[in-house]
């Protein structure tokens, strides 16, 4: 066995099995060793069981005091009690339909119990759901695998346990030159990944994350400046005139210091003579559809076509009417291609494009289609930048002779930290928020206070205003290992049925089909639905200026920047918004977070202090979403890390610009591979 050999071939796995880890993107042995824990559990036990801390996970010994006695509850559902003692505290175990643990808790017998302890209603200690090993793992840290579908995580660990008892360090080929793995002191690949799953303690799982972040950052450092270089040497339009002054008269507001600063670099760009690939970053509501437009206004008055595309139908709707706004009272033409048109609509738009007639057109994917073809494109703007891939820009772009790329973000991150993240791309910054924008207040509350907090919502619906609520979860089945997290599908028909079921509620999630999606968003705009229920499906990009509410189940489970994204849903009306985070996270982190956020309302000050909050050993911090997603690093965890890359991958280019020397090959072979897996995951 190598690590090229199917999955299915693994002892442990099988044909069946084999499909589960495909839904994981594993196929061989080897996407199997680089599929790394999400989490970790100390399995070492706790002193006692009335010592053990409450309303964190924690591991305890004990032995079964009792016979489980099972029920049958509401819904039909199975319920398990059991308890079990150290022998001086008794502790009642509590799992749902789970029909084959009473046959595993034999009295008498001793176990590891693992899980979250909460004291009960007459004051004794209880476990929810609790996972359950032999004596063998007592004080093993144990590794917690993402799930898909029967495949959970004790049996992909098994499956990895028999990975490394077939493959030896010689089966696994380094992809670091010895050269860099002595100078910094790094664990050799096949020791770094034994330890990641199955580390023997929390020194030897840093020292192998250290190794395998410092690779991932260094190849995507040495990656994005050969993707840049590429990309700098071909010749681009270049633009005679800057129209921003022009343009300028036209607008119904007057510009923030920000944005001119923004519009003068974009303009720079585009009259360089190569093709321009900037990043234009900025708040929620500080005006980037306006900087972009000043960008399209001037290549439409240099005989110049713009495209602009965005991931979904109603953020697609939302820059077209934005765009008519801003275009009013001059001869800038805009067009609207999505799929929902009708084929007369599209008829019509597409041919006024390949004629011409239409100086923009802003779309979703549809403007991928083969018959979408412009007369003459100059410039390229794609919104939400993190959602579409490099292939997806690239085939939009190659419409038209090398355009201007302009790609537009709405999560924020500290300057010096985007530099180096996008280092394909130049950097503009919107850091100013344009004068009138609503002050939102925002409260971090417990579960006790979830009625008052209904009653808000029903007195702010009743007032003709609208509300969403944020969960983490889709479904109740989607985080076995976390059975008090909130789901979306679960509340929605809750709130339907009861609390809510005078009201007209919607429910909106990830797996939905984006037909259905846009379905259920138009509805909510046009306030058809009065309180939807979501998943962060929501955070970016819709503008539904009668929200007013939004509320944010299980709070400590989102990053900062991922909180200041879905509270940037609301407040873009005249009416006072209020956004609620609830949780029942004690812990002294989660209350720092909450407190900066509830503080200040300004994004980059915001993704400064979770950095400087979150730290870069922080192993289990939630991700940032909106950002590259790299398989092991993080950068907000590993910004040290990340600058340290970019100082060592300049030491490296200045010595040997195109990797050629025999000391950097299989240097080299590690950027081929990313660039090559970076272009076709995007």
């Not at 072979?669 to 090559?676: E, F, Q």
């Amino acid at each position: 066995m190598n690590i090229n050999s199917p999955i299915q071939y693994l002892k442990g796995v099988g044909e069946a099995r084999a499909k589960q880890f495909n839904k994981l993107d594993v196929y061989t042995v080897g996407d199997l060793l680089y599929f790394l824990p999400r989490a970790y559990e100390n399995w070492a036990p706790e002193e006692s069981i009335h010592k053990a801390p409450l309303f964190t996970n924690c591991c305890i010994s004990a032995v079964i005091a009792e016979p489980p006695v099972v029920s049958r509850i509401s819904g039909g559902r199975l319920l398990t009690k059991c308890n079990v003692t150290d022998g001086e505290t008794i502790l009642t175990l509590i799992f749902f339909n789970n029909p084959y643990v009473a046959d595993k808790l034999k009295e008498g017998e001793e176990f590891l119990f693992y899980g979250k302890l909460n004291r009960n209603l007459f004051g004794g200690r209880e476990m929810i759901a609790p996972r359950m090993a032999s004596l063998q793992y007592s004080g093993k840290i144990r590794p917690v695998y993402r799930q898909s579908g029967k495949l959970s995580s004790a049996m992909i660990e098994n499956c990895v346990r028999n990975c490394f008892k077939n493959l030896t360090a010689a089966d696994v080929p380094e992809t670091l030159p010895q050269y860099l793995i002595e100078k910094y002191d790094l664990l050799p690949l096949y020791d770094a990944l034994k330890q990641m799953h199955f580390p023997d303690s929390n020194e030897e799982l840093f020292k192998a994350r250290r190794r395998l972040v410092f690779e991932e950052l260094l190849i995507f450092r040495l990656s994005l400046y050969f993707i840049k270089e590429s990309g700098s040497l071909s010749e681009g339009i270049r633009l005679n005139k800057d129209y921003t002054d022009e343009y300028t008269q036209y607008l119904p507001f007057v510009l923030t210091k920000a944005q001119r600063k923004c519009i003068s670099e974009i303009a720079a760009d585009l009259s360089l003579g190569k093709p321009m690939n900037r990043l234009l970053q900025g708040d929620v509501g500080s005006g980037k559809t306006a900087v972009a437009a000043a960008a399209i206004y001037s290549c439409a008055k240099n005989g110049y076509q713009s495209a602009l595309m965005a991931p979904t139908e109603v953020l697609a709707e939302q820059h077209y009417r934005t765009l008519q706004k801003l275009f009013e009272g001059t001869d800038i033409k805009v067009c609207l291609i999505t799929g929902s048109k009708t084929a007369k609509e599209k008829r019509e738009a597409k041919g006024q494009l390949s004629v011409g007639e239409a100086d923009v057109a802003v779309g979703t994917h549809a403007l991928l289609q083969s018959d979408v073809e412009f007369n003459r494109l100059g410039l390229v703007i794609t919104d939400e930048q993190h959602r579409f891939g490099v292939n997806q820009r690239a085939a939009l772009s190659a419409k038209g002779d090398n355009p201007h790329v302009l790609v537009m973000s709405a999560t924020p991150i500290p300057r010096t930290l985007a530099l180096i993240v996008y280092g394909d791309l130049d950097v503009s910054i919107l850091d100013e928020l344009p004068p009138g924008r609503q002050e939102i207040d925002t409260y971090k509350v417990d579960s006790s206070y979830r009625q008052r907090i209904y009653n808000f919502i029903k007195k702010h619906l009743d007032e003709g205003r609208q509300a969403y609520i944020i969960c983490p979860l889709i479904d109740t089945d989607e985080e076995e290992d976390s059975p008090d997290l909130t789901a979306a599908k679960q509340l929605a028909e809750e709130l339907s049925e009861g609390e809510f079921k005078q009201y007209r509620v919607g429910l909106l999630h990830g797996k939905m089909k984006s037909s259905d999606k846009d379905k259920i968003m138009r509805s909510f705009s046009e306030g058809e639905i009065q309180l939807l229920v979501s998943t962060v499906v929501v955070e970016v990009g819709v503008d539904v200026p009668n929200a007013t509410v939004m509320v944010i189940e299980n709070a400590e489970m989102f990053g900062l920047s991922q909180l200041h994204q879905l509270r940037g849903r609301i407040g873009r009306g005249q009416h006072k918004s209020t956004c609620i985070l609830i949780s029942d996270d004690e812990g002294e982190n989660a209350k720092q977070r909450f407190e900066v956020f509830c503080a200040t309302t300004d994004g980059f000050e915001i993704a400064e202090k979770d950095l400087e909050l979150r730290g870069p050993g922080d192993f289990l911090g939630k991700r940032q979403h909106g950002m590259p997603q790299f398989k092991i690093a993080d950068i907000f965890t590993d910004s040290k890390s990340l600058y340290a890359a970019q100082r060592i991958a300049e030491g490296i280019l200045s010595l040997d610009p195109k990797l050629l020397r025999p000391q950097n090959a299989v240097l080299k072979m590690s950027v081929d591979r990313m660039i090559a897996e970076f272009q076709r995951a995007n």
